[in-house]
């Protein structure tokens, strides 16, 4: 596949593409992934409605490098299919697709996908905010943290402790009360990332919890705030 890659890649003009773009629909799953590689790499837009398509192929390598390519195109076009995949069942695909995301910098499609009826969907679009750490999601994720949803609420509270702003602390100190335990458990991870002096002393109370799960994670929350410079003593 290295050298069928190479052979693409050699390839420049409207020939060369109409070339990769076929191997889009060629029989061997590899070939397909190699072609959106090759596409993604020459960076022509022209590529961009195919590669589209092969984000529902059904191989998931291909699924994974159609995402890829398009974030290294970068045009607008693909946001909202790129979307859509962060609810593959496959991580590598989804982890893809929120990177593409990042690339292109069109956060509204995922801040939107936070309204979705479908709770898996909010879930996803949560995580990857997350990873691409706009400070722009910040309030469309606050607004998470009441969803019905523990799943989705808990993937917000991860989300908003990697965006890192102070101001999630307190949404996040309440939500050390929530009666679900992903829930929880989450916020103490984020509170680790955010959490300043205020935090400490609801954190060490944690240290008592019977839940072992809670009691740990607290733990790893107070010794990364400190490493952070926060007085946890």
């Known amino acids: 596949m290295a050298l069928f890659k190479f052979d693409l890649l050699k390839l420049r003009g409207r020939k060369g593409v109409d070339k990769m773009l076929k191997a889009l629909e060629d029989e061997d799953q590899e070939k397909r992934a190699t072609a959106a590689e090759a596409l993604g790499e020459l960076g022509d837009a022209r590529a961009v409605e195919p590669l589209i398509g092969s984000l529902k192929d059904e191989w998931l390598t291909v699924r994974a490098s159609a995402a890829k390519a398009l974030g290294m195109i970068g045009d607008p076009r693909a946001a909202e299919a790129l979307v859509s995949e962060i609810n593959d069942a496959e991580e590598l695909v989804r982890r893809e697709a929120a990177a593409a995301l990042k690339r292109i910098g069109n956060t509204e499609p995922l801040i939107a996908a936070l309204k979705s009826g479908d709770e898996k969907v909010r879930k996803e679009a949560a995580l990857a905010l997350g990873e691409i750490g706009d400070p722009r999601a910040m309030d469309p994720l606050l607004s998470c943290l009441k969803d019905s949803s523990g799943s989705v609420c808990a993937a917000a509270a991860e989300a908003l402790g990697k965006i890192g702003k102070r101001r999630a602390q307190m ?3 309440e939500l050390l009360g929530d009666e679900r335990s992903l829930v929880r458990l ?6 680790g990332h955010v959490g300043d002096s205020e935090a400490t002393e609801s954190l060490q109370a944690l ?11 607290a733990f790893r929350a107070l010794e990364q705030m400190r490493k952070r410079g926060v007085r946890v003593d």
């Open 171 to 173: 949404p996040l100190l």
């Open 207 to 217: 240290l008592k919890s019977e839940d072992t799960h809670l009691r740990d994670e």
């Open 186 to 191: 989450a916020a103490v991870e984020a509170l």
